[in-house]
Nanobody, 125 residues
Framework: QVQLVESGGGSVQAGGSLRLSCTAS????????MGWFRQAPGKEREFVAA?????????YYADSVKGRFTISRDNAKNSVYLQMNSLKPEDTAVYYC?????????????????WGQGTQVTVSS
């Protein structure tokens, strides 16, 4: 059983930065791709960013965050991170990390099998 715990969320003004962390227990994540998703009130959960397994040399981003967010991983710490810069009010959401366990595109929710409990990010204008 994999348990994921996100941290690093909070409230920030527009233009600010936050760094989210996701640490796993119960299984080594090095061989799995990882993703970050977010869900705003009244909206569906949406893809934010993904990183490939092992070295994490492959990264993918939603168009809405490209150039502002950076996903990375540290296999020694069994963790994945999301550096968020130039935050906008529309980035306000609960952010979730997830383990990719299935086939499909990196941005497909169905490709992910384990989810954290989420961390709230609030960006004020």
């Amino acid at each position: 059983q994999v348990q994921l715990v996100e941290s690093g969320g909070g409230s920030v003004q527009a233009g600010g930065s936050l760094r989210l962390s996701c640490t796993a227990s119960g299984r080594t994540l090095a061989s799995y791709g990882m993703g970050w998703f977010r869900q705003a009130p009244g909206k569906e959960r949406e893809f934010v960013a993904a990183v490939t397994s092992w070295s994490g040399s492959g990264t993918y981003y939603a168009d809405s965050v490209k150039g502002r967010f950076t996903i990375s991983r540290d296999n020694a710490k069994n963790s994945v991170y999301l550096q968020m810069n130039s935050l906008k009010p529309e980035d306000t959401a609960v952010y979730y990390c997830a383990v990719r366990v299935g086939a499909g595109r990196s941005q497909d929710l169905d490709a992910y099998g384990y989810w954290g409990q989420g961390t709230q990010v609030t960006v004020s204008s």
